[in-house]
Protein backbone atom coordinates (compact mmCIF):
# COMPACT_ATOMS: atom_id res chain seq x y z
CA UNK A 1 0.00 0.00 0.00
CA UNK A 2 2.98 2.46 1.05
CA UNK A 3 4.34 1.78 -2.68
CA UNK A 4 1.84 2.18 -4.20
CA UNK A 5 1.32 6.13 -2.47
CA UNK A 6 5.41 6.71 -3.15
CA UNK A 7 4.78 7.37 -6.48
CA UNK A 8 1.59 10.01 -5.89
CA UNK A 9 3.15 11.24 -2.97
CA UNK A 10 6.45 11.95 -4.63
CA UNK A 11 5.30 13.85 -7.54
CA UNK A 12 2.73 15.84 -5.54
CA UNK A 13 5.95 16.93 -2.90
CA UNK A 14 7.78 17.91 -6.26
CA UNK A 15 5.02 19.99 -7.75
CA UNK A 16 4.52 21.84 -4.30
CA UNK A 17 7.91 22.57 -4.08
CA UNK A 18 7.57 24.08 -7.92
CA UNK A 19 4.43 26.09 -7.08
CA UNK A 20 6.07 27.05 -3.62
CA UNK A 21 9.92 28.02 -5.06
CA UNK A 22 8.26 31.69 -6.27
CA UNK A 23 7.05 32.72 -3.11
CA UNK A 24 10.08 31.71 -1.26
CA UNK A 25 12.43 33.04 -4.00
CA UNK A 26 9.94 36.94 -3.22
CA UNK A 27 10.32 36.21 0.33
CA UNK A 28 14.09 35.38 0.21
CA UNK A 29 15.10 38.37 -2.08
CA UNK A 30 12.99 40.46 0.42
CA UNK A 31 14.76 40.54 3.28
CA UNK A 32 18.01 40.24 1.78
CA UNK A 33 20.35 43.81 1.72
CA UNK A 34 19.68 46.06 -1.30
CA UNK A 35 22.96 45.70 -2.84
CA UNK A 36 22.94 41.94 -2.84
CA UNK A 37 19.69 41.75 -4.42
CA UNK A 38 21.12 41.73 -8.22
CA UNK A 39 24.16 39.67 -7.86
CA UNK A 40 25.22 37.47 -10.36
CA UNK A 41 25.54 34.85 -8.29
CA UNK A 42 22.09 33.30 -6.77
CA UNK A 43 21.70 33.21 -2.61
CA UNK A 44 19.08 31.14 -1.68
CA UNK A 45 19.43 32.00 2.03
CA UNK A 46 18.84 35.25 2.54
CA UNK A 47 21.87 35.91 5.47
CA UNK A 48 22.31 38.24 7.03
CA UNK A 49 18.82 39.08 6.85
CA UNK A 50 17.85 42.47 6.26
CA UNK A 51 14.90 44.34 7.03
CA UNK A 52 16.57 47.75 4.31
CA UNK A 53 13.58 46.84 1.48
CA UNK A 54 10.47 46.45 3.71
CA UNK A 55 11.34 49.87 5.69
CA UNK A 56 11.78 51.51 2.49
CA UNK A 57 9.00 50.22 1.04
CA UNK A 58 6.15 50.87 4.30
CA UNK A 59 7.37 54.63 3.78
CA UNK A 60 6.88 54.41 0.03
CA UNK A 61 3.77 56.96 0.00
CA UNK A 62 0.74 56.86 2.71
CA UNK A 63 0.72 53.09 2.77
CA UNK A 64 -2.27 52.79 5.54
CA UNK A 65 -3.94 54.50 3.43
CA UNK A 66 -4.12 52.59 0.16
CA UNK A 67 -4.06 49.32 2.74
CA UNK A 68 -7.68 50.82 4.00
CA UNK A 69 -8.88 51.58 0.31
CA UNK A 70 -8.06 47.91 -0.81
CA UNK A 71 -9.65 46.48 2.21
CA UNK A 72 -13.00 48.81 1.45
CA UNK A 73 -13.02 47.50 -1.85
CA UNK A 74 -12.62 43.84 -1.70
CA UNK A 75 -14.48 43.58 1.99
CA UNK A 76 -17.26 45.40 0.04
CA UNK A 77 -17.20 43.39 -3.19
CA UNK A 78 -17.57 39.97 -1.18
CA UNK A 79 -20.24 41.53 1.31
CA UNK A 80 -22.37 42.66 -1.71
CA UNK A 81 -21.38 40.03 -3.61
CA UNK A 82 -22.49 36.93 -1.11
CA UNK A 83 -25.97 39.15 -0.41
CA UNK A 84 -26.69 38.95 -4.35
CA UNK A 85 -25.75 35.49 -5.11
CA UNK A 86 -27.71 34.00 -2.40
CA UNK A 87 -30.88 35.21 -3.24
CA UNK A 88 -30.11 34.33 -6.88
CA UNK A 89 -28.81 30.98 -5.87
CA UNK A 90 -31.67 30.14 -4.09
CA UNK A 91 -34.16 31.51 -7.11
CA UNK A 92 -32.25 29.21 -9.62
CA UNK A 93 -32.37 26.19 -7.81
CA UNK A 94 -35.48 26.10 -6.05
CA UNK A 95 -37.97 27.83 -8.64
CA UNK A 96 -38.51 26.62 -12.43
CA UNK A 97 -39.25 30.60 -14.37
CA UNK A 98 -39.03 31.35 -17.80
CA UNK A 99 -35.83 32.21 -18.71
CA UNK A 100 -33.95 29.92 -16.40
CA UNK A 101 -31.68 27.78 -18.61
CA UNK A 102 -31.14 30.65 -20.52
CA UNK A 103 -29.81 32.63 -17.23
CA UNK A 104 -27.52 30.10 -16.55
CA UNK A 105 -26.08 29.51 -19.98
CA UNK A 106 -25.63 33.35 -19.43
CA UNK A 107 -23.68 32.89 -16.37
CA UNK A 108 -21.30 30.66 -18.21
CA UNK A 109 -20.61 32.78 -21.16
CA UNK A 110 -19.91 36.00 -19.48
CA UNK A 111 -17.20 34.05 -16.93
CA UNK A 112 -15.95 33.29 -20.84
CA UNK A 113 -15.03 36.42 -21.23
CA UNK A 114 -11.38 38.69 -20.45
CA UNK A 115 -11.20 40.93 -18.24
CA UNK A 116 -9.25 43.33 -20.46
CA UNK A 117 -11.92 42.96 -23.39
CA UNK A 118 -14.13 44.95 -20.65
CA UNK A 119 -12.02 47.91 -20.17
CA UNK A 120 -13.03 50.52 -22.61
CA UNK A 121 -17.00 49.46 -22.33
CA UNK A 122 -17.10 49.82 -18.57
CA UNK A 123 -14.95 52.95 -18.71
CA UNK A 124 -17.77 54.70 -21.47
CA UNK A 125 -20.74 53.16 -18.52
CA UNK A 126 -19.11 54.56 -15.25
CA UNK A 127 -18.00 58.20 -17.38
CA UNK A 128 -21.62 58.19 -18.30
CA UNK A 129 -22.39 58.46 -14.69
CA UNK A 130 -20.01 60.31 -13.38
CA UNK A 131 -18.33 57.16 -11.65
CA UNK A 132 -14.79 57.58 -12.94
CA UNK A 133 -12.42 58.03 -10.05
CA UNK A 134 -14.94 57.08 -7.67
CA UNK A 135 -14.04 53.92 -5.47
CA UNK A 136 -18.19 52.66 -5.49
CA UNK A 137 -17.37 52.66 -9.11
CA UNK A 138 -14.89 50.05 -9.03
CA UNK A 139 -16.27 48.16 -6.52
CA UNK A 140 -19.57 47.97 -8.92
CA UNK A 141 -17.18 46.77 -11.69
CA UNK A 142 -15.17 43.98 -9.23
CA UNK A 143 -19.31 43.01 -8.92
CA UNK A 144 -19.94 42.48 -12.86
CA UNK A 145 -17.24 39.28 -12.67
CA UNK A 146 -17.27 37.91 -9.03
CA UNK A 147 -20.96 37.36 -9.62
CA UNK A 148 -21.64 35.20 -11.98
CA UNK A 149 -18.85 32.56 -10.25
CA UNK A 150 -20.38 33.35 -7.16
CA UNK A 151 -24.21 32.33 -8.43
CA UNK A 152 -23.30 29.20 -10.18
CA UNK A 153 -20.89 28.14 -7.33
CA UNK A 154 -23.71 28.68 -4.58
CA UNK A 155 -26.29 27.34 -7.18
CA UNK A 156 -24.47 24.08 -6.84
CA UNK A 157 -24.79 23.88 -2.85
CA UNK A 158 -28.24 24.80 -2.68
CA UNK A 159 -29.16 22.14 -5.25
CA UNK A 160 -27.54 19.72 -2.76
CA UNK A 161 -29.52 20.34 -0.38
CA UNK A 162 -32.44 17.93 0.31
CA UNK A 163 -35.65 20.33 0.28
CA UNK A 164 -37.26 18.19 2.62
CA UNK A 165 -34.76 20.08 5.15
CA UNK A 166 -36.29 23.12 4.38
CA UNK A 167 -40.44 21.58 4.21
CA UNK A 168 -39.72 20.03 8.10
CA UNK A 169 -38.15 23.10 9.45
CA UNK A 170 -41.23 25.02 8.07
CA UNK A 171 -43.39 22.73 9.56
CA UNK A 172 -42.46 22.45 13.30
CA UNK A 173 -42.86 26.22 13.14
CA UNK A 174 -39.98 28.05 11.24
CA UNK A 175 -40.94 30.52 8.31
CA UNK A 176 -39.22 30.78 4.93
CA UNK A 177 -36.97 32.96 6.78
CA UNK A 178 -36.58 30.73 9.58
CA UNK A 179 -35.73 27.55 7.56
CA UNK A 180 -32.95 29.66 5.46
CA UNK A 181 -30.98 30.78 8.42
CA UNK A 182 -31.31 27.72 10.25
CA UNK A 183 -31.30 25.26 7.54
CA UNK A 184 -29.63 26.47 4.55
CA UNK A 185 -27.30 29.21 5.57
CA UNK A 186 -25.29 26.60 7.79
CA UNK A 187 -24.93 23.52 5.01
CA UNK A 188 -23.87 26.47 2.79
CA UNK A 189 -20.84 27.37 4.49
CA UNK A 190 -18.18 26.03 2.57
CA UNK A 191 -19.86 27.53 -0.41
CA UNK A 192 -19.59 31.02 1.03
CA UNK A 193 -16.53 30.42 2.20
CA UNK A 194 -14.91 29.40 -1.47
CA UNK A 195 -16.88 32.03 -3.10
CA UNK A 196 -15.68 34.52 -0.36
CA UNK A 197 -12.00 33.82 -1.14
CA UNK A 198 -12.46 33.93 -4.73
CA UNK A 199 -14.10 37.45 -4.83
CA UNK A 200 -11.67 39.10 -2.10
CA UNK A 201 -8.48 37.48 -3.94
CA UNK A 202 -10.09 39.31 -7.63
CA UNK A 203 -10.31 42.64 -5.38
CA UNK A 204 -7.33 42.18 -4.04
CA UNK A 205 -5.28 41.39 -6.79
CA UNK A 206 -6.98 43.81 -9.80
CA UNK A 207 -4.01 46.23 -10.76
CA UNK A 208 -5.67 47.05 -14.66
CA UNK A 209 -9.34 48.34 -13.47
CA UNK A 210 -7.80 49.78 -10.83
CA UNK A 211 -5.35 51.45 -12.66
CA UNK A 212 -7.77 52.95 -15.35
CA UNK A 213 -10.64 53.63 -13.28
CA UNK A 214 -8.89 56.11 -10.36
CA UNK A 215 -7.15 58.96 -11.28
CA UNK A 216 -6.32 60.77 -7.66
CA UNK A 217 -3.75 59.16 -5.22
CA UNK A 218 -6.27 59.46 -2.40
CA UNK A 219 -8.50 56.72 -4.06
CA UNK A 220 -5.54 54.47 -5.42
CA UNK A 221 -6.04 50.60 -4.06
CA UNK A 222 -2.37 48.41 -3.25
CA UNK A 223 -1.93 46.79 -6.78
CA UNK A 224 -1.53 51.14 -7.89
CA UNK A 225 0.73 51.54 -5.22
CA UNK A 226 3.12 48.75 -6.24
CA UNK A 227 3.91 50.69 -9.84
CA UNK A 228 4.87 53.56 -7.71
CA UNK A 229 8.03 52.04 -7.05
CA UNK A 230 8.85 52.20 -11.03
CA UNK A 231 10.21 55.70 -11.85
CA UNK A 232 11.90 57.74 -14.79
CA UNK A 233 15.38 57.25 -12.30
CA UNK A 234 14.95 53.49 -12.75
CA UNK A 235 13.21 50.54 -10.45
CA UNK A 236 13.99 50.53 -6.66
CA UNK A 237 14.16 46.34 -6.88
CA UNK A 238 14.48 45.61 -3.25
CA UNK A 239 11.74 47.92 -2.14
CA UNK A 240 9.24 46.26 -5.26
CA UNK A 241 9.85 43.07 -3.96
CA UNK A 242 9.06 44.13 0.04
CA UNK A 243 6.18 46.03 -0.97
CA UNK A 244 4.87 42.51 -3.29
CA UNK A 245 5.78 40.21 -0.36
CA UNK A 246 3.74 42.60 1.61
CA UNK A 247 0.84 42.81 -0.81
CA UNK A 248 0.35 39.03 -0.56
CA UNK A 249 0.59 38.48 3.39
CA UNK A 250 -2.97 39.19 3.71
CA UNK A 251 -3.61 36.54 0.92
CA UNK A 252 -1.76 33.81 1.98
CA UNK A 253 -2.59 33.89 5.43
CA UNK A 254 -6.44 34.09 4.81
CA UNK A 255 -5.75 30.86 2.25
CA UNK A 256 -3.88 28.81 5.15
CA UNK A 257 -6.21 29.24 7.56
CA UNK A 258 -8.74 28.27 5.86
CA UNK A 259 -7.73 26.10 2.47
CA UNK A 260 -9.66 22.75 3.51
CA UNK A 261 -13.27 24.55 3.91
CA UNK A 262 -11.54 26.30 0.49
CA UNK A 263 -10.71 23.04 -1.40
CA UNK A 264 -13.96 21.00 -0.03
CA UNK A 265 -16.26 24.37 -0.97
CA UNK A 266 -14.69 24.33 -4.86
CA UNK A 267 -14.83 20.49 -5.18
CA UNK A 268 -18.42 20.38 -3.86
CA UNK A 269 -20.23 23.21 -5.83
CA UNK A 270 -19.01 21.87 -8.66
CA UNK A 271 -20.49 18.24 -8.46
CA UNK A 272 -23.86 19.64 -7.31
CA UNK A 273 -26.88 20.91 -8.78
Known amino acids: MRRKRAVPNTIAVLVSLVVIFPVYWMFATALKEPGRILSATPEFLPWPLSLENFRTALTHGPFLHYVRNSLLVSVSTVLIALIVALGASIALARFRFLGRRAFLVGLVLVQMVPGSAMVIPLYLMLRSVGAIDFVPGLIVTYMTFVLPFTIWTLR ?118
Open 156 to 273: GFVAGIPLELEEAAMVDGCGRFGAFWHIQLPLLAPGIVATSIFAFISAWDDYLFAYVFLKSQNNYTLPVWLVSFQTSDGIDNGATIAASAIFSLPVLIVFLLIQRRLVGGMTAGAVKG
